[in-house]
């Protein structure tokens, strides 16, 4: 579990220094005025299926991420926290899982985890980037599903943003 969440944070840590800020941006394949970012595509991993959009393109994970998705102006990652290591870190419930992500990502620390519309997340900035981690539970594993996303374009993404997360089946 220690490495999960080691791996997590490495990755968090490291947006910045990267300037995702500069890679994820608004471009001509975003719509502003219909929120649109393109054909419907879905994307199934271990135990989930996420709708985003033909703009995105599924990546191996080079930090043990799950299922890392990419498109240019955002970035999705998902992480498995399967019973044996909800276990070893005392997460017993959504809520507990990402207050101990907001713990584990001293960047992140001051987020609040919020519940609407059937969604559980927080969201934060970090430099440049900006996102919001979900929280899903399914039958045995816990899913965080983070979405990242230059800060400057957050606002004009957050509705499609919560789309995206909505789509989001477990098993």
Known sequence: ???????????????PVFGCGSVFELHNAFD????SMGSKKVFSGNGYTIALTDAFTERKSQ??????????????????????KAAERN???????????????????????????GLTYYHYTRGTN?????????????YLVQF?????????????IFGFARSVTVE
């Open 148 to 160: 990242v996303c230059a800060e400057s374009d957050s606002n004009a993404l957050k509705d499609i």
């Open 130 to 142: 900006a996102g919001w981690n979900f929280a899903f539970k399914g039958s045995e594993n816990y």
């Open 91 to 117: 997460i017993t419930s959504i809520k507990r899982l990402l207050d101990q992500t907001i713990a584990d990502n001293g960047s992140d620390r001051g987020s609040e985890v919020t519940e609407e519309n």
């Open 63 to 84: 930090v043990g991420f799950d299922g890392y998705y990419t498109s240019p102006f955002c970035g999705v990652m998902v992480q498995i926290v399967t019973p044996q």
């Open 32 to 35: 502003p005025e219909t929120d």
């Open 1 to 15: 579990m220690k490495r999960f969440f080691a791996i997590l944070l490495s990755m968090l840590l490291l947006l």
